[in-house]
């Protein structure tokens, strides 16, 4: 990335609180924790916006692909918003695109990717994206 994002250039915001075990010994948040909070960030709309049955529902979504590129350190007890949005909407998958925010900073701190493929829980075989699903992401696309 050539730039750093901007908090104008996501859709929609989720909170996440640092914990005391997200830190390493460098005193900064871990980078394979950033995964874990794009992983939240993603399923907590998808839950709270489209309806996603991660328990009993037909249709689950594998992550396929992910990046992360970082500009600023984090670190706990630091509050963040996560911003997402939707690069790439297409029949089975989609491309998030996050940006990791210090709260109420404008400028992100890292900013990544990850792409979901929706299957069919039973046979593991890609299905289109479920009507309620693409609603939600519809509304964050770019």
Same mark, same amino acid.
């Given at each position: 990335?050539?730039?750093?994002?901007? @908090?104008?250039?996501? $859709?929609?915001?989720?909170?996440?609180?640092? $914990?005391?075990? =997200?830190? =390493?010994?460098? +005193?900064?948040?871990?980078?394979?924790?950033?995964?874990?909070? /794009?992983?939240?960030?993603?399923?907590?709309?998808?839950?709270?916006?489209?309806?996603?049955?991660?328990? =009993? +529902?037909?249709?689950? +979504?594998?992550?396929?692909?992910?990046?992360? =590129?970082?500009?600023?350190?984090?670190?706990?007890?630091?509050?963040?918003?996560?911003?997402? @949005?939707?690069?790439?909407?297409?029949?089975?998958?989609?491309?998030?695109?996050?940006?990791?925010?210090?709260?109420?900073?404008?400028?992100?701190?890292?900013? +990544? &990717? /990850?792409?979901?493929?929706?299957?069919? &829980?039973?046979?593991? $075989?890609?299905?289109?994206?479920? *009507?309620?699903? @693409?609603? *939600?992401?519809? $509304?964050?696309?770019?």
């Amino acid at each position: 990335m050539s730039e750093t994002p901007q @908090r104008h250039d996501y $859709r929609h915001f989720q909170p996440i609180t640092t $914990r005391w075990h =997200d830190n =390493d010994i460098y +005193g900064h948040v871990n980078n394979v924790t950033y995964y874990s909070f /794009f992983d939240s960030a993603v399923n907590s709309y998808l839950i709270e916006q489209g309806g996603l049955d991660i328990h =009993d +529902g037909e249709v689950v +979504g594998f992550v396929v692909s992910s990046s992360c =590129d970082y500009f600023a350190s984090i670190a706990y007890p630091d509050l963040i918003e996560i911003g997402l @949005r939707v690069g790439k909407l297409g029949n089975s998958s989609v491309q998030y695109e996050l940006g990791v925010f210090k709260a109420g900073e404008t400028e992100a701190c890292a900013a +990544g &990717r /990850f792409v979901h493929v929706f299957v069919d &829980r039973a046979s593991n $075989r890609p299905v289109p994206i479920p *009507a309620s699903l @693409r609603q *939600a992401m519809e $509304r964050l696309v770019v």
